[in-house]
């Protein structure tokens, strides 16, 4: 243990972190959550040295920006009406991407990473690799979707697991993860594709997949652990120890003690930013919509990381608010 300690003290010392206090969420159940600003640009002999910026986007989807670089995770923008939300859900809702509403916020992307391919994590990524000519990371059904939409294979890398690609100034370790599951203790959509299907055409199209977590290391910067769905394989996270972790919130409690798996698994990281918390059928302004039983879960996670985990420092990110860890 005491190896294990040093790289606690070290990582603690050296991070500069967005700190956010939750302590004003549960006040009413129609507050959405609040995030205070960023904490003060770091001093000359802090341990980032570039310029690295975090906007959430909601659901499980990020923008970072790191110098000229920009990695996209889980970006879905679109926000399309499922019935999800309203209690009428509708499994054929069409795939309709909302170009007016990604083109303002997407001016470039390098590298896009997937988690998994439901419809509100994969949807708008295709349209995105071709505006952009990023290349996208994912599973071997985010592959074979990708070839049916129309993106060029040499734009597309399939991955599974332990690999750790190198981007010069950040590098990003991909960790093989688990979907939550529902309280019928089933996941939405399941399968997988192993060989190229049709042009997806409704949500229904987009099966899970199989999901993966992301792990991106800033040369002289933060590491963040990304997920996108609310459960873990935490074997897989032994070492990996990020500064951050951006945590998705479960939706049911059939996952049995997801967050202390998770938390242990990587170390406990400086900071939790819950994510997959948002009302992610409503326009993406701030302050997040959060429907009430939502409220009540995240004000629960908040309660459990802090309980779990008294050392991490919770931040609840509002749209596009550019933080810097």
Known sequence: MPNLDRRRFLRDAAATTALVSAGGLAATSTTPAQAAPPAAAPTPASRRTGAV???????????????????????????????????????????????????????????????????????????????????VFGTLTAYHLGLASGVPSTQLSAVKGGEVLDFGDHSVEVVGSLHSRNASYSVAFPGVRVSQPARPATIADLPEGDTLGYLLRVE???????????????????GLAPDVAMVAMQSATTTGDYLPRLLA???????????????????????????????????DMIAAVRRISPRSRVLVPEYETAYHF
């Open 53 to 135: 910026s975090f906007r959430w986007w909601g659901t499980a989807g990020w923008r970072i920006d790191i110098a000229d670089r920009t990695v996209l995770v889980d970006p879905f923008l679109s926000r399309i009406d499922t019935g999800l939300f309203t209690g009428a859900f509708t499994t054929d809702t069409p795939l309709t991407v909302r170009a007016d509403v990604i083109d303002p916020r997407v001016d470039k992307a390098t590298t896009i990473l997937v988690t998994h391919t439901h419809w509100d994590h994969y949807m708008d990524v295709p349209y995105i690799a071709a505006r952009t000519g990023a290349r």
């Open 265 to 299: 698994g990587l170390d406990y990281p400086k900071v939790v930013v819950p994510v997959h918390w948002d009302n992610f059928e409503t326009p993406l302004r701030n302050p997040p919509v959060v429907a009430p039983a939502d409220r009540d879960r995240l004000d």
């Open 220 to 238: 002289r910067g933060p590491s963040v652990y990304f997920t996108g769905a609310s459960d873990v394989a935490e074997r897989n996270l032994t």
